[in-house]
């Protein structure tokens, strides 16, 4: 029969080995898709990354922890979240409208999307909305459920609140360097996204929901689509 320190050395090491195989891949995507191979093959990579990082944590959960699936989406911190969102959309949006319109290369990224094959109206409404409203939920689903738990078994709750936000903001960084040329604009936009990770973990760990996360999430994603729609499509 296991020990107790037995049991947690082997949590441990499991959620090491979790972390290993998922906080990476995003950065990889990122990658693939706006350096090493723009176009068609990166998109493929970008794609295959994101399909990894939807199904691993189920696969993790069901074969590893042995574990039912449980997600809460209770209406408790619904209004914090709402709030918050309010205040990131707005935020977003007046910093974009005030200085980033006039900081960012706009033709330069019009090319990097147009060398994406992503700079078709119809296509570019679709990923946006696909982005609002699934992937900033998947991204919860990733961060905060599955990073933030495997973060606070190895530290603190406190502790993996930071954490995990500084993992949720690698591939950001990435993104944001690719398409920036103001390297002002990378560290201030990644500041606010490991701020916006920090807000969003502890709301996790809170409320114990992913609802109010979710919802301020959504929110930020939204702004962000409106400014990129503003930049592609005049």
Known sequence: MKSTQDI???NRNRSILALLLIVP????????STVIAPGAIGQGIAICCGIWML??????QISIERQPLRWKLSLDG???????GVLMFGSILGSYWLVGRYRLNIPDIRARVNQMGMNIPLMVFGFGTFQTLVNSLIEEYVWRWFVFRHCAR???????????????TLHHIILLAAYCDDWRLVVIG?????VAG???A??????NSLLPSYLSHLAADLALQIASWHILLG
């Not at 619904?78 to 918050?84: K, Q, T, Y």
Request: aromatic share 16%.
């Open 8 to 10: 947690d050395r082997l």
């Open 25 to 32: 891949i995003t950065s990889i995507g990122a990658l693939c």
């Open 55 to 60: 199904i691993f944590p189920l696969l993790w």
């Open 78 to 84: 619904a209004i914090v979240g709402i709030l918050l």
């Open 154 to 168: 190895l530290w603190t709750q406190t502790r993996a609140v930071w954490i995990s936000a500084g993992f949720f």
């Open 190 to 194: 990644s500041i606010a996204v490991f």
């Open 198 to 200: 920090v807000l969003w």
């Open 202 to 207: 502890r709301c996790a760990k809170i409320y």
